[in-house]
């Protein structure tokens, strides 16, 4: 639920990975994350929290960050090329059907014969034209092309283009490569990904997120299973990625993330709502951090039955009960041990990150994106 923890947990898990080299992926939804590259500073309620765990000399650091944004306001332009996106991917996003997608990939392969470039969304826009007026020729040579799926591929494309698409699509495109540094200590590199703004437009939000779990399945190996993951992604208001958008890309986005993890990729969901997350996705996951639920509303209580249901009880705690009169800061958990079990639900205190809760100011954000080994590149 809201005020309970999830931000503080989410930065002490990227703090964790970080440390050990792990660079991870986070969207930021609420514009609260950035902060991980200030040291933090004591206060009491970090004070009262590190005396009940017993921790003494406790560090406050900052992390090595990279911010990214499509808009290009807070962060590093994040971009890629129409031709990288690909026909199969673009009619996935634009939930087009295998007419008209055998339409786009036709336009796909006149571009690529002609050696028309497809930059940005003006260039494939350009290419479409190109096609309706020369269709017979085309048609004769690659298949049937028709002025009418050509018009309803025009119109999808008017979408993309005024959810932010025109700056999404452009050069130079992201190099997956660059997501997974790491500083002259050693440590991973936080990447996040500015979704304040992104967060409105549900489909480029997806299509963005796709794309990178895409490139990093077709461009990694296979590895198994390693002691360590090569990168973590974070999937903030993770029901963004599952609600309101065509089925066909939902599906796509599960079929990746049950994939991807054989590349030495981890991947984390936060949401307010266990039950955002499909069962085919959440069947999978071995980790769980749950933090208090409330139960004002049949489907909040239907919730927490659920979620409790799915913890491996001992009889040492009351699981439901325990959901809902959790404190700020604690959680119920369950990890998988060294076999790949689920270890018995327990109780926890959540540590406090070394990073500071301060609101970065816009000169310390302008600092940090400049400042990036990454700025001049993109």
Known sequence: ATGTGKTVSLKVLAEGLSDNGVPCILADVKGDLANIAKAGKNNEKIIERLN????????????????????MKKGIPLRITVSEMGPLMLSNILGLNDTQMGVLNIVFKVADKNGLLLIDLKD????????????????????????????????????????????????PAIDINDFLKTDSQGRGFVNILQADKLIS??????????????????????????????????????????????????????????????????????SQNPLDIPEEISSQLANRIVHQLRAYSPKELKAINAVADTFRQDGSIDIKEE???????????????????????????????????????????????KNSPLYNKY
């Open 124 to 171: 494939l826009k350009q290419v479409i034209n190109y096609v309706d007026e020369n269709k017979i020729e085309i048609t004769k040579e690659f298949g049937n092309v028709t002025s009418q799926s050509l018009g309803a591929i025009q119109r999808k494309l008017l979408y993309i283009e005024d959810s932010g698409g025109d700056l999404f699509f452009a050069e």
């Open 323 to 369: 959901l809902i009169s959790l404190k700020t800061g604690q959680a119920i958990v369950s990890f998988a041990d060294e076999n790949g079990a689920p270890t018995f639900a327990d109780k926890a205190i959540i540590l406090p990150p070394h990073s500071s809760f301060e609101t970065l100011s816009d000169s310390e954000y302008e600092d940090l994106i």
């Open 52 to 71: 009940t765990l017993k921790i003494e000399n406790f560090e406050f650091k900052n992390y090595p960050l990279n911010i990214w944004d499509i808009y």
């Open 201 to 270: 437009n549900p489909i480029l939000y997806s299509m963005l997120l796709l794309y990178l779990l895409s490139e990093i399945y077709e461009n990694f190996p296979e590895v198994g299973d390693l002691d360590k993951p090569k990168l973590v992604f974070f999937f903030d208001e993770a029901h963004l990625l599952f609600n309101n958008v065509p089925d066909i890309l939902k599906n796509k986005i599960i079929q990746i993330v049950r994939l991807v993890r054989s590349k030495g990729v981890g991947i984390f969901f936060i």
